[in-house]
């Protein structure tokens, strides 16, 4: 799964302590992070979807399942982001300071019929914001085995092919290649309805 983090860069052109919270939240969960501020967005489209992508006219943003705004320090590029997530469908976990008051086009699409459904605001402080972040991924269908910390021990002998495939693809990621094939494995799971419908039941 993809989770593109919109936010505002801090004026020396880097990420600020809460959107950097929550990328290191999210790839904990084995989300592929990208972003508008650069010290965070770890991945990136694999270069034949990004070819297939280009030949059809589409952007970056239409490739993304979900979307986590930081509307502490709005601005014109986040809020395009924000509009474009909901007018493509997409679900928005738009978070805001504790206490800071919804501005009133904000407020407007909360209140739309067609982008309430998708748009999900919610006040933060410190103890709050994992939990948030934690919600917003269950609305996503991630399960309960994305959000915890992996902690079974499995080894794994590749040949010396394999290996080298997996540091190219994990170094073009920006992800460890341990962590590459976590993902790999989630996608695998969330597109095999098979196993989702026997709940990976041995029973076949």
Partial sequence: MRIYIAGMPTKSGGAGIVLEKIADQLIASGIAVLSNVPEISKNTLPAQETALAEKRGEVLL???????????????????????????????????????????????????????????????????????????????????????????????????SIDQYLSWRAKRSGAKKADFLRQMIDEEMEKDEYYKKNNGSDNL
């Fill in 62 to 160: 239409d490739h993304m399942h979900a979307f986590i705004v930081d509307g502490s320090s709005p601005d014109s590029q986040t809020g395009y982001i924000t509009a474009y997530a909901l007018f493509r469908k997409k679900h928005v976990l738009y978070i805001l300071p504790q206490k800071r008051k919804v501005d009133q086009s904000l407020q407007m699409l909360a209140q739309n019929k067609s982008s309430s459904q998708f748009l999900h605001i919610r006040h933060w402080t410190d103890g709050t914001l994992p939990r948030h972040i934690n919600d917003f991924l269950r609305r996503l269908s991630v399960s309960v085995k994305d959000s915890e910390t992996p902690t079974i021990k499995f080894t794994l002998r590749v040949t010396p």
